[in-house]
């Protein structure tokens, strides 16, 4: 091989850079003398060149064409799935699987709480969620409904993800009064109300306390400070009545500084008399305090989802629509008596019309990733493993729960079974039994 200028070692440099070590070059988390000395007994091509070029491939793989290529992709690949993609001025998506709106629809007396929030940390963009807790289940879970994918923070964007979302839901939700959290966004909450005038709009306790402290500690406020102001504004919102509420307002304003009071009329007046326990109560909320912990806990499992990582635009939309199938799964399962959950006596919620997916089993056991592992069973104790079986003595069967949440009812014939594998081929129980009549099925 004859090298460039004859000399080898600048033929480093026209060497195809292998696909690996671009990848590992591209990874924010793998730092430049990690990848060194683990490439350092390669040959040149998986070697890096340089810091420079660490630089280059981790900035080539913030935005690139092929996200959005693949982004669009997707949109035709996952029908319904993404319902609006806007590039310029603002990268702006809108997604969320239309059979989580029919699950709405059959709850929607059952719905205890709607959450709004917006998350960040995923990547070059933010991500809205709407999440609910369904009563519906004795455990109340909490199921992420519709997302929103932007890179800034506008309450136009919020408007628009509120009327697609208004869209997609019929008139017995929307017209309905539900209770819904935000962080105390004027954003988000001027565009829930816009689009849901029914919909009762109550602001995060928590946000309200975070944001009384962050404003005293970038105004010297010392210790002590913080732990009075805090408790005065706690009081306020545990009033339980109008006049409980003017009576302890009365009570701490003499003791604000003016800084403070001019602070609480201008950005925290409106949220504390909208959200405080009087309130709550007079709107038939059953707690006696709200937060947002429900979207702050699905912003956690998100994250835990990409393992913390940020990613790129189609990756995070991909994720999320693994991640819904994921919970549809689980609902579909409960619905059917073998999933994680507990239907109340009243619930006539019917099984969720999933897409299909091979992947099912995958999201059980990799939740906290978002990449695709493609595991199989190899054996009849791993189909054993994925299967939930309950047994039905008056029928002599059991009712074993596939992955898709279908309940099959599987018969055991030991003479038959001894005659089709033999005796050396008998699983060794009763599990590993069914598991074997069911992949013959």
């Known amino acids: 091989m004859d090298y460039p200028h004859g000399n080898s070692k600048k033929a480093v440099n026209f060497l195809p850079v292998a696909k690996c070590l671009t990848a590992q070059l591209a990874d924010k988390s793998h730092k430049f003398a990690d990848v060194r000395v683990k490439c350092a007994q390669d040959s040149e091509q998986f070697q890096p060149r340089n810091w420079h070029q660490k630089r280059y491939f981790e900035r080539k793989s913030e935005v690139t064409v092929d996200s959005f290529l693949a982004l669009h992709e997707s949109a035709y690949m996952l029908p319904g799935f993404i319902w609006n993609i806007t590039t310029y001025p603002d990268l702006v998506v809108l997604f969320g699987l239309p059979e989580f709106f029919v699950l709405l629809d059959s709850c929607a007396s059952d719905m205890v709480l709607l959450s709004y929030d917006t998350t960040f940390n995923l990547g070059d963009f933010y991500v809205t969620t709407l999440v609910v807790q369904l009563g519906s289940f004795n455990e109340k879970p909490i199921i992420p409904v519709a997302f929103m994918l932007h890179e800034r923070k506008f309450q136009k964007l919020h408007e628009e993800f509120c009327a697609s979302i208004f869209r997609h839901l019929s008139r017995t939700v929307t017209s309905q009064q539900l209770h819904v959290c935000t962080d105390g966004e004027s954003g988000c909450a001027n565009a829930i109300q816009q689009s849901f005038p029914a919909w009762v709009v109550f602001t995060c306790w928590n946000h309200v306390i975070r944001d009384v402290e962050f404003w005293l500690k970038k105004h010297g406020a010392t210790k002590d400070e913080l732990v009075v102001y805090k408790n005065q504004i706690q009081n306020l919102l545990s009033a339980d009545t109008d006049d409980e509420y003017m009576m302890t307002l009365e009570s701490h304003y003499p003791t604000w500084s003016q800084a403070f009071c001019d602070y609480y009329i201008s950005n925290l007046e409106s949220r504390v008399r909208s ?52 919970y549809g799964l689980q609902l579909n399962k409960s619905i059917r008596g073998f999933g994680p959950y507990t239907t109340n006596t009243t619930c006539v919620l019917q099984q969720l019309n999933l897409p299909e997916c091979s992947e099912y089993d995958d999201f059980l056991r990799t939740m ?14 791993d189909v054993a493993k994925t299967l939930q079986v309950a047994h039905v003595p008056n029928q002599r069967c059991f009712s074993v729960s596939t992955a898709t949440g279908i309940v099959n009812s599987v018969h055991l014939f030991p003479k038959d079974m001894h005659l089709c594998c033999g005796q050396s081929m008998l699983p060794h129980n009763s599990l590993q039994v069914i598991a074997w009549h069911f992949t013959q099925l």
């Open 275 to 326: 959200s405080f326990r009087g309130k709550l109560r007079e709107h038939n909320f059953a707690g006696d305090s709200v937060t947002t912990n429900n979207s702050e806990s699905m912003n956690a499992v998100i994250k835990r989802f990409q393992d913390f990582k940020e990613v790129s635009v189609d990756k995070m939309v991909f994720s999320m629509y693994r991640l819904q199938l994921a």
């Open 368 to 381: 906290d990733f978002a990449v695709s592992n493609n595991v199989n069973a190899d054996t009849i104790t």
